[in-house]
């Protein structure tokens, strides 16, 4: 997993996206999350990118890639 998200880093342009491993939380329900693996992030939902390090990342909205390994 490290491996992959290292090389989706390598090609991806970090000041549009982030790669997130193991921690990025997508709302799937008022309380229901789901953790992935691997999650590629805008820059533009991205709360720490704003200004807002301490914020939970938990998207609701659609991301580029989610992965399960």
């Known amino acids: 997993m490290s491996q992959l998200g290292v090389a989706f880093q390598r090609q991806l342009d970090r000041r549009e ?15 229901h999350y789901l953790i992935p693996d691997l999650a590629v ?3 533009a939902l991205d709360p720490a990118a704003h200004g807002e390090p301490k ?10 890639l989610v992965l399960e390994i």
């Open 41 to 43: 992030i805008p820059i």
């Open 17 to 31: 996206f982030r790669v997130r491993f193991g921690h990025a939380r997508l709302r799937r329900s008022p309380t």
């Open 55 to 64: 914020a939970l990342d938990a998207f609701s909205a659609p991301l580029p």
